[in-house]
């Protein structure tokens, strides 16, 4: 084959050797589909991704919209749990203890007006009504995991702020180390208040470090719109790598401490539930695995249970917070 | 209503009674009624069930002679197989959903969990005596000693308390442990008061221990 110069130009001896006009363009076209098609397939999925970034609103309760979170792992691209789902399997003993109850029964708990005592070791404690921490930072949309202590789990798309915007704000004291959180515990509100299932009121809590990582939320709504009661409105917490329960709902204060909280499940069953509650497929519960959770709404009934992640799939983000700690003893 | 229980259609209606609420739980599974997690509402109601139809045919000795309705003794056999029935669903549908019908799986379960533990011990007694329920059986082990392996109904009952009794111990959450419990105590009890009662009476009268066999 002769070696075109740069002076000649291509050299084409024989006719043969030349591509008809016809027979190029028609390459050059379908090239051009090809190019096309390739990119609308990547814009559908960019456009599938944006569809379940902004969850449709279910058309309950007031909006409140949040914009999708820049937050390290605060989007997962999983599907989300319908909001039928999220709404009305719960647990909030407050309200009763079958998963039915709270959204039967938490129609009584008013979640407006509210305010959350910020109490304890930090240099500006106070009384924040919720519409100024509703002000506070930028609403954000988080679509977290939540795995259950009971073995299942689904995927919400939470609107809310990171902890720390408000943790900083109140300028915690060098000896705070721990951070405690209050439910509201108001028998003419909460019917099961008076039960004897849990010591009241639920009292969860965090080390100050959790707290402040920002994949832990300060939510106020779900689905873009304000939590439902049943949900933990007006105002919760969502620490996405621990059990659902240690993300305490409704709440009213906010305590800084030097020594660990007593948490309410710690101090029903302390053998059963420890204050870390990180989600740990390798530690068992005393009395069942942890190994495998059933996605609510999506693995059908005789699907197998899929395999449960280690802190629910958030530990590029927070397994850092636990390195050279013993986590079967810190359960 | 002795003539009531007598009648031809008595036995068939029973028979379709007892089988009515698993009729509605494969209904609401088939028309998405049972809430976000079906497979846990069908695990638990079948169980609920099995507690329910253990109440039933225990209950039926303490009628029919406290009312004297011997006619309640045709349905005894019927209602104890549907307690098999219902505790083989309730098994089947834990080892279906919850544990992919993985032996090794329930294995561990069973060394793991005390109360499936109490719950598979329960459901070995149900065998033995569902498997043993024919009249061949009876005159294959002889009254006698059918009456006695037919007592481990009352083990069943203790186990299958103590079995909801460590389900619900993770949540404190102990009301309808109770109800079960006071219900199964109460027919337990009347058995021990009768049997103490029919032995004053016999020993009074020196006669044989005749209402014994009841039991």
Redo the contacts between chains.
Sequence with gaps: MPIPSRHRGFLHPIPSDITPRAVYEERRELLRLMAAGAAGAALAAWAGREAWAQVQRPGKLAALPGTPSAVAGAATMEKPTSY??AS??NNFYEFG?D??DPARNAHTLKPDPWTVEIEGLVKKPGKYALEDLLRLSAQEERIYRLRCVEG?SMVIPWVGYSLAELVRRVEPLGSAKYVEFVTLADKARMPYIGS???DWPYVEGLRLDEALHPLTLLAFGMYGEVLPNQNGAPVRLVVPWKYGFKSAKSIVKIRFTEKEPATAWNK??PQ?YGFYSNVNPQV?HP???QATE?R??EDG??A??RKTLMFNGYEAQVGQLYSGMDLRKFF | MNPLLLHRAAKPVVFGLALLPLAWLVWAAATNQLGANPAEALIRSLGDWTLRMLCLVLAVTPLRVQTGTSALARFRRMLGLFVFFYALLHLLSYAGFDMGLDAAEIARDIAKRPFILVGMLAFGLLVLLAATSLDRAIRWLGGKRWRALHRAVYAVAVLAVLHFYWMRAGKNDFAEVWAYGAILAALLGWRVWHHALQRTGSAAREGPLKARRLL
Excluded: C, M, N, P
């Design positions: 039928q789902d009305s399997y203890t998963k039915a299942w004897r299932v849990l029903a069953a059963e068992d009395r069942w695995s059933r609510i709404g009934l005789f197998k249970k």
